[in-house]
């Protein structure tokens, strides 16, 4: 076939492909070609990429098995019977190529047949008669008679109706024998490149779909992996909720803590701290502080002697760049960054966690926030000591829903004296620390008045008693965890419980590591180790779970 009907071929196949075709025709080779072409389903493209074929053998002037089997895969049908059809016309070709190929193998029984189909043509034989092997000399180049007189050999041309019967019957049997043989090697031969075309195409496509399968477990199982670490930062650290973990009611910590940010005196330097407030710790155990008269949110990654300000540190003030005495912080790991209530500029912000970000934006405005809470919902809750309330505001929203107080000051189960530290669980039940009225409140989703779960509102030292209690946690079991500030404590309130139990601290303040001096957040991470804020050491502290 020469190249300009080879060219027609595929420029007609060109014109049965549309842009999409060639897409996925282009996506479909995309293994088999280079990037360039692969990327390029323009008409020239689409041609480089015939070339290509070309130049890796997989298809030639006679045989676009390959690509036939490529368009029955990307759905082009017009394109694979054109295809087909060309292959079927230049078939006889191929009959041609068998017979060249057996010539060059069998030279003398190819050339007897030829020769045969000559004399049959022409009606004659060519026999050689000589006398009787008594008479004749090995080179039958001298015979003699019984008078040794010589006689040279004799060679007659005769017709085929004076061949002796015999020896023609001879031939003819002969002849047709030979083309029988030749007829059943040529049928095996074809028989074999056929099963050889067709074991290769079942192969290469079992190749192809064995490779598209894979393609496809790796590509679910990727994104398998990407929801169940969605899932798993949105259970443990997502959207700024707290983590609800799973521990023992009999569990114990370490009676001495690890300090793993400050605890090296009160000061404005970066492995210093100035009366930390509330704390947040994300998957990678990274503790990021509310540094309250540093005016700063600053971070301490694991095993860090010295932490990083990612929001505020630029004096106390009310620019965009600055912050008032930060009394809470939350990470958002949707959108990687933190939202601080930004306590005597009474506002909430969110600050990018990103090293390049100079300032925050605001979320809420005119609000007296003490501490900040985050439900899955993505929902934001705000304690606020000038109003004695808790709301919850959606993102984006100003005014927000009260869900808990909003009556007044008082010691009533509807009101509170000094709300600070807040809890929310994942049926959006709210723990409220009533700082002055020395209790822990729960608000069940939509109720109008709390309950008192932890201390017996007066202030004290006993296991029944709180005294101006801060952070809050609640595990799974509803066991509850309080900062008892004033009494230099944690405490651990099994649900329903009228008393509690120490876990950490003592009842008198001091620096040591077995001491906390006025703690404030809390916070679990994965393992249930208790982190706690001891504001007056100017540390955190890590308790580690036994």
Known sequence: MNAHHLRAI???????????????LHFFFGQDVPRRIRDDPSLGGTLSLMECLFDQDKI??????????????IQCVDAAKLLREHMRQIQPNEIKQSMRSLAEIMPITIKQLLDDQQDDKYG???????????????????????NDADISPTTAIIDNQTTPPLQLKRKQIFSTTLILWICLCLFFVMLIILLGA???????RELQNNLQLKENILAERKKCNETIQRLNDKLKYGHGVRNIPWIAVDARWSSNGVTVAGGNGKGNATNQLNHPSDLFVDGDQIVV???FDNHRIIQWKKGDANGQIIAGGNGEGNRLDQLDHPSSVLIDKETDSVIICDRLNRRVVRWSRRSNATTGEILLNKVHCRVLAMDDQKHLYVSDTEKYEV???????????LVAGGNGQGNGTNQFQWPTHLFVDRQQNVYVSDNSNHRIMKWNKGAKEGI??????????????????????????GTIYVADSWNHRVMRWPQGSKQGTMIVGENDSGAGANRLNSPRGLFFD???NLYVVDCYNNRIQRFSIE
């Open 10 to 24: 595929i420029l007609k196949l060109q014109d049965r492909l549309s842009g999409d075709d060639r897409k996925r």
């Open 60 to 73: 030639n002037e006679e045989n676009f098995t390959f690509l036939i089997h490529a368009f029955e895969a």
């Open 124 to 146: 004659t034989q060519r026999c050689e008669f000589s006398l009787p092997d008594s008479n004749i000399y090995d080179n039958n180049k001298v015979v003699t008679n019984s």
């Open 198 to 204: 067709i074991s290769r195409i079942y192969i290469r």
């Open 289 to 291: 502080i509310a540094d």
């Open 391 to 401: 709301r919850r505001y959606q993102l984006g929203d100003q005014s927000g829903m």
């Open 452 to 477: 008192i779960v932890a201390g017996d509102q007066s202030e004290g030292n006993t296991l029944t008693q709180s005294n101006y209690p801060e952070g809050i946690l609640v595990d799974a079991l």
């Open 526 to 528: 994965e393992h249930g």
